[in-house]
């Protein structure tokens, strides 16, 4: 009787590992395949990190040379006009002036989209 348990567990050790490797090279596939896209992803969010920073520090270092331009004119029409608030005034509704412009052009007419 041991030798019939012995010839089966022999026989289903040869199926289970027949399907045991198939089932494992299966498995290898799928996470291989998963590892990769999990890769790209990253190296994907990585570059897009990377070039968001590069795009705020030069916006931010843009900003504050426009903000010292925009003073250093101000303070040059001051002293031209000899008026204490004559050059921030000036430069206050240039800025104002810009930004309508650029609102009005800018907005989305919604009467052509229709």
Do not use: C, W
Not at 15 to 34: A, D, P
Not at 87 to 93: A, D, F, K, Q, V
Request: no cysteine; hydrophobic share 50%.
């Amino acid at each position: 009787m041991e030798e019939e348990k012995k010839t089966r567990t022999k026989k289903s050790d040869i199926n289970t590992g027949f399907v045991g490797l198939l089932l494992e090279s299966v498995f290898k596939g799928i996470q291989s395949s998963f590892d990769e896209a999990l890769l790209r992803v990253h190296q994907a969010v990585h570059a897009f990190t990377r070039k968001l920073a590069r795009r705020v520090f030069l916006f931010f270092f843009a900003f504050l040379g426009l903000i010292f331009l925009l003073i250093g004119l101000a303070e040059l029409l001051s002293t031209a006009y000899r008026f204490p608030g004559a050059g921030e005034t000036l430069m206050g509704m240039f800025i104002l002036l810009i930004s309508l412009v650029l609102y009005v052009f800018g907005r989305d007419d919604h009467s052509t989209h229709n």
